[in-house]
């Protein structure tokens, strides 16, 4: 994307959650709070439901959903795909790549902020169980500085038993995907020699999701997931993603006797909305790959825009040509072209799994 505003662009050279000498800096994000977050709380306890729900949920006696990967079972939404609707997956596959590139040309990464499972568990159960023992930004802060006393110990040692008692269950819920809930009940009410290969990859997947919640944390999206790199080819200039309106906020200024400044923008340079980032940037540099728009610097902002009496949305959902050109433009050339590619394969998988039939035998 281009460059946004005639300001250095030195920020582009480094992460921001490494120094110079390349070791981590542990991020400490405010406490979100706000329309958009109270929002995606519900989101988040309705995919949540679903996601450990629907193991249980059975039609005409079999799982829902099944990805057994072991015996070549698949029931997907409780539709049956066996070995020989091979190529009905390959072409499914291939329709949610193309879903997933023309959803990101358009929504950018409301996935990331609403939907994905890394963001969910991250921000919405493991965070908000460290906020609730060891406190607000600040008091992490000073806690993580303070020696090994009874208090530290504490606080540390509940948190991390209750990490390791969700990563548990996340665990058990993925490996019942795989393998159906019916085996995951043996292997939990039977000894541990009885389903090795089960027990150790529980205490596999559990390890993993652990490390995953407790230390790599956002590194996940700015460093691991694949779909977090590719967001450089994705996003366009009319894609959507939080932004900061830098026609309206620049050239920022600091509040004077509570105003802003009359030759100033609109931005205080407060920043709130830096403080609250999880993965620990500033939005006003423009559009960055680590941004899993997560929304929580547009309610800092509206925070703030509240109090100095300005419209909200400094910081909002737009794109770089709504912003700059005041023109919102979704149905591009890229778009239209994804659309029908997406309608052709669509129908396809369609028409070929309503004229499949249940038995294919070769002799
Ligand atoms: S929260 Fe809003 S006003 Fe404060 S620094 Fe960020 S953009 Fe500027
Ligand atoms: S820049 Fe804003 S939306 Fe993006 S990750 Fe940070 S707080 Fe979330």
């Known amino acids: 994307m281009e460059n946004l505003y005639e300001f250095d662009e030195e920020y582009r050279d480094t992460i921001a959650t490494v120094d110079e000498k390349g070791k981590r800096i542990w991020v400490y994000p405010k406490k979100p709070g706000g329309h958009f977050h109270h929002r995606r709380i519900v989101v988040a306890i309705i995919?949540?439901?679903?996601?450990?729900?629907?193991?249980?949920?059975?039609v005409n006696g079999d799982p829902f959903m099944l990805i057994d990967v072991f015996d070549r079972k698949f029931i997907i939404f409780g539709i049956h795909l066996w070995p020989q609707d091979f190529h009905?997956?390959?072409?499914?596959?291939?329709?949610?790549?193309?879903?997933?590139?023309?959803?990101?040309?358009?929504?950018?990464?409301?996935?990331?902020?609403?939907?994905?499972?890394?963001?969910?568990?991250?921000?919405?159960?493991?965070?908000?169980?460290?906020?609730?023992?060891?406190?607000?930004?600040?008091?992490?802060?000073?806690?993580?500085?303070?020696?090994?006393?009874?208090?530290k110990i504490l606080k540390k040692g509940s948190k991390h038993f209750l990490f390791i008692l969700i990563s548990?269950?996340?665990?058990?819920?993925?490996?019942?995907?795989?393998?159906?809930?019916?085996?995951?009940?043996?292997?939990?009410?039977?000894?541990?020699?009885?389903?090795?290969?089960?027990?150790?990859?529980?205490?596999?997947?559990?390890?993993?999701?652990?490390?995953?919640?407790?230390?790599?944390?956002?590194?996940?999206?700015?460093?691991?997931?694949?779909?977090?790199?590719?967001?450089?080819?994705?996003?366009?200039?009319?894609?959507?993603?939080?932004?900061y309106d830098w026609l309206r906020g620049e050239p920022r200024g600091r509040l004077r006797k509570g105003k802003v400044q009359a030759d100033k923008g609109d931005c205080i340079d407060c920043k709130m909305c830096?403080?609250?980032?999880?993965?620990?940037?500033?939005?006003?540099?423009?559009?960055?790959?680590?941004?899993?728009?997560?929304?929580?610097?547009?309610?800092?902002?509206?925070?703030?825009?509240?109090?100095?009496?300005?419209?909200?949305?400094?910081?909002?959902?737009?794109?770089?040509?709504?912003?700059?050109?005041?023109?919102k433009k979704i149905f591009t050339a890229r778009v239209i072209g994804y659309s029908i590619v997406l309608t052709l394969l669509v129908s396809a998988v369609a028409f070929m799994l309503l004229t499949r039939s249940e038995i294919e035998a070769t002799i």
């Not at 997933?100 to 040309?105: G, H, K, N, S, Y």
């Not at 956002?218 to 932004?243: D, H």
């Not at 559009?287 to 909002?316: F, H, S, W, Y």
């Open 274 to 327: 830096v403080h609250v980032c999880p993965t620990g940037i500033d939005i006003r540099n423009g559009t960055q790959l680590e941004c899993v728009n997560c929304t929580a610097c547009i309610d800092a902002c509206d925070e703030v825009m509240v109090k100095i009496d300005k419209p909200k949305g400094l910081i909002r959902y737009s794109s770089y040509s709504a912003i700059k050109e005041g023109k």
């Open 88 to 151: 009905i997956v390959a072409l499914s596959m291939i329709s949610l790549v193309v879903f997933i590139v023309l959803f990101t040309v358009v929504f950018g990464r409301v996935w990331c902020g609403w939907a994905c499972p890394q963001t969910i568990f991250m921000e919405m159960v493991f965070r908000k169980i460290e906020y609730w023992i060891e406190g607000d930004a600040t008091k992490q802060r000073k806690l993580d500085k303070a020696p090994w006393d009874a208090n």
């Open 47 to 58: 995919l949540l439901a679903l996601l450990f729900g629907l193991p249980f949920v059975k």
């Open 168 to 243: 548990l269950l996340i665990s058990h819920t993925f490996l019942s995907y795989i393998i159906g809930i019916e085996k995951l009940q043996a292997i939990v009410t039977q000894p541990p020699g009885e389903n090795l290969l089960g027990f150790i990859s529980l205490m596999v997947f559990t390890g993993l999701f652990y490390l995953v919640f407790s230390v790599l944390r956002e590194q996940v999206c700015i460093a691991l997931c694949p779909y977090g790199r590719l967001q450089g080819v994705f996003l366009g200039n009319s894609s959507i993603a939080v932004m």
